[in-house]
């Protein structure tokens, strides 16, 4: 389509007239395409930090929204194929390439990287805040609205671990994916309290080890039963919500960035104060004993803790017996991670392992991945202290301020 258009003169003649220069389309930002990227697939390596909010910081959001649409819809052009290639490719590979560091972070140093992350979530508001000038009632309601849906989630849901089927992931694939455009919700969040974070984020790890090693078993194995169903509902999801948050920003930009502030602002209700272990999922482990009149059995080996009366975690595992099962810990140290021997251990006795504040290493890992599988609970010390909550008040701040700063950066000329 041409960029002139004609218009006739009072005397009849023909006159070209040329958009003002600002009407001209930008050039293609690949500077600032390729830092978005980056920040992108970091934010969504860690729950409470959105994609979306750094794709916003960085001032390419209506790009991004879109350019995503117009390819849903089979509008090809080459700008839009350039923003969401750049975009998700770097993303895609910073994700694989940060995974393994992020999953050793939030297992050893739980509290301080959700205090990290609550300051960053909460450093995006102020964007969004702006957008609202002056404040109205309708925007306020919509704010309302999206905190109260946050704390339900947050108070109704909880973090834990699973064993995902493929339907579940599928799902979490369009949660999480849908919820990483959007600025302000983090999909790995929503992961982490729908107990989807930590497998599809090991499930990385594996398979990176299995392209490494050239294990095509596993590869397949990891491939088709996560990587798959988690990749079906990452485009699903994109392709809804691009259109629909297209459409509803046009229509009703103030009601629906006041609702995504409200989600912003009470997304921080799931990870404050640093939610403690939660065992509620370990009963699934339980078999019958050869006596049916007894209780199931819940066997356990312990690493990082010991079977005593003043231990968190043992406290927590013996209050399981109210739930109607006998609780029983076969072997249990204080001073170490998990061994060899215990992988071995907890197969013959169809046990469970509880790795508490401690690492347990890739070979460990990949040892009680082998059939028939160990499961391995691995579990962060969220015990409160005074240095604790001093670090955590400083992580909050710096935060706060990456995420702050970030949105003021102009990169608008960078192309």
């Known amino acids: ?21 600002d009407k001209r389309p930008e050039p293609i930002p690949y500077l600032r395409l ?9 934010a969504n ?71 990290l992350f609550i300051g960053m979530t909460l450093g995006g508001a102020p964007m969004l805040a702006k957008q609202l000038r002056p404040m109205k009632g309708s925007a306020v309601a919509f704010a309302i609205l999206g905190f109260v849906i946050m704390g339900l989630i947050a108070f109704i849901l909880r973090p834990g671990t699973t064993n995902p089927g493929w339907t579940l992931l599928l799902f979490g694939g369009i949660v999480g994916s849908a919820t990483m455009i959007l600025p302000g919700i983090s999909g790995s969040y929503m992961l982490l309290i729908m107990g989807l974070y930590l497998p599809i984020i090991a499930a990385i790890s594996v398979f990176k080890d299995a392209l490494k090693t050239q ?67 370990l009963p699934r482990h339980a078999v019958e004993t050869p006596d049916r009149a007894k209780p199931r059995q819940l066997r356990l080996i312990g690493a990082g803790w010991t079977a005593d009366p003043d231990s968190v975690i043992y406290r927590n595992v013996k209050a399981l017996a109210n ?69 955590a008040v400083l992580l909050i701040g710096i935060g706060f301020c990456i995420t702050f700063f970030l949105g003021r950066m102009d990169l608008s000329k960078s192309a």
């Not at 389509?1 to 220069?21: F, I, K, Q, R, Y």
């Not at 390439?97 to 509290?111: K, N, S, V, W, Y």
Request: aromatic share 8%; net charge negative; hydrophobic share 50%.
């Open 45 to 115: 390596l860690v729950p409470g930090v959105s994609g979306g909010t750094m794709v916003l910081a960085l001032g390419l959001y209506e790009d991004f929204i879109g350019a995503f649409s117009d390819l849903t819809r089979l509008r090809f052009s080459f700008r839009a194929i350039v923003v969401v290639a750049m975009l998700f490719g770097l993303a895609g590979l910073t994700i694989f390439g940060l995974a393994d560091g992020i999953q050793f972070l939030m297992e050893t140093f739980l509290p301080g990287m959700l205090a």
């Open 215 to 281: 294990d095509w078993p596993m590869l397949m194995d990891v491939g088709v039963g996560v990587i798959l169903p988690v990749g079906i509902g990452l485009v699903l999801g994109l392709a809804l919500l691009s259109n629909l948050l297209k459409f509803l920003l046009n229509r009703c930009h103030r009601a629906t960035v006041g609702f995504l502030l409200g989600l912003l602002l009470g997304s921080v209700l799931g990870l404050y104060p640093f939610k403690d272990a939660q065992f509620n999922k």
């Open 323 to 391: 739930e109607g099962l006998d609780v029983l810990v076969l072997s249990s140290d204080g001073e170490r991670g998990v061994t060899s021997e215990d992988v071995r251990m907890a197969r013959e006795q169809g046990a469970v392992i509880i790795a508490y504040d401690t690492e347990t290493p890739k070979e460990i890992r990949r040892e009680a991945r082998v059939e028939p599988e160990v499961d391995i609970e691995i579990v962060a010390n969220t015990e409160f202290s005074p240095l604790k909550g001093v670090l």
């Open 1 to 21: 389509m041409s960029d002139t258009s004609h218009s006739e003169t009072p005397t009849g003649e023909v006159a070209l007239s040329v958009p003002p220069a």
């Open 34 to 42: 390729g830092i978005t990227g980056i920040f992108m697939g970091m």
